[in-house]
């Protein structure tokens, strides 16, 4: 049975663990973290025995056909918003109802609180009963493969440092440095995570912040709600792979963020480049204090995510 996974976090959590972000000792999935961690959000296989390996053709054999899925991330994925779309199989052959199911439940998030990890949840997404009905003439083998697509959240927390005028020189009150080539990052776990964050000041109220988003995973990135009645590509959605939603939020002090992916906004939506994309915004500091202070920004990426799972099933001839 092949499994696969993703991940997520929430404000409050987040902030319980920025304490490792000021020294820069954070580590995405060890105990001092803010976060869980991982590059996993959903894990899929079949359910052991649904189908078996082998079944009879001509319609002698019932047998289900249900997929085993277990949430890995920090994000829990609401009622409705996985999608499953059986590939290598006729409807009509094997008597299902439908190819594509629909999650009618939601799949609990893995979350930690302090050092203390809960699992996310498991759950099964069933395509029902299903029988082979053709007569075949001898024992044939295919591949059954499951793409299943979900509504996903990733989000990332740094520590920027942050002073009304950005290329004054340091006093005995400042306490971080506006010239930072790596600040620290954390975050939560899923197959999107920032990364390369870096600062400078670049005029005299002017911070400029750069980071990557990519692709850690092994699915495809599309925008939030790409996938309505089945998990399966058209021209239209193919042209929107490895495209999401970003925003950028202050968790302190209010500033402007202009970030140019965004029309000079802190949100918008941005498309990877060989599973990355570099984005650049600058803040205004204007009404901020004089002497340098740590202030926080989260990163928050909205998603669909595709993967597929597959396994063999030989059809036999009941006739021998």
Do not use: W
Not at 14 to 20: D, H, I, Q, S, V
Not at 158 to 181: E, G, Q, W, Y
């Amino acid at each position: 049975m092949q499994k696969r996974l993703v991940i997520l976090v929430p404000f409050l959590l987040l902030l319980a663990g920025c304490a490792g972000l000021i020294g820069g000792a954070g580590t995405p999935g060890q105990n001092e973290g803010a976060f869980a961690g991982g590059t996993q959000a959903l894990q899929l296989g079949f359910l052991e025995g649904e189908p078996p390996e082998k079944v009879l053709d001509n319609g002698q054999e019932t047998f289900m056909i249900t997929l085993l899925l277990r949430n890995e991330g920090e994000y829990t994925i609401p009622k409705g918003k996985i999608l499953a779309t059986l590939s290598g199989a006729s409807r009509e052959a094997f008597n299902l109802k439908s190819l594509t199911v629909k999650s009618d439940f939601d799949l609990e998030k893995k979350a930690k609180s302090r050092d203390q990890v809960t699992q996310g949840g498991q759950e099964e997404l069933s395509f029902g009963v299903a029988k082979y009905k053709p007569d075949l003439p001898a024992d044939f083998g295919l591949d059954l493969r499951a793409d299943v697509c979900y509504d996903y959240q990733t989000e990332a927390v740094t520590s920027i440092c942050l002073k009304k005028n950005a290329f004054a020189r340091a006093d005995v009150n400042d306490n971080c440095a506006l010239d930072n080539p790596s600040p620290p990052v954390e975050n939560s776990g899923g197959p999107l995570q920032v990364s390369s964050v870096k600062q400078r000041p670049t005029g005299a109220n002017k911070i400029r912040l750069s980071f990557d988003v990519s692709n850690k995973g092994v699915g495809a990135v599309y925008p939030p709600g790409t996938f309505a009645s089945q998990c399966g590509g058209s021209q239209e959605t193919e042209q929107q792979q490895d495209s999401l939603q970003v925003s950028l939020t202050s968790t302190g002090n209010k500033y402007p963020i202009a970030c140019s992916k965004f029309a000079n906004g802190n949100h918008g939506t941005v498309r990877l480049v060989n599973g990355v994309k570099t984005i650049n915004c600058e803040i205004d500091t204007s009404g901020l204090q004089d002497s340098s202070f740590t202030d926080f920004l989260i990163i928050k990426m909205k998603y669909m995510y595709r993967d597929a799972v597959s396994v063999p099933l030989t059809i036999e001839n009941s006739d021998f």
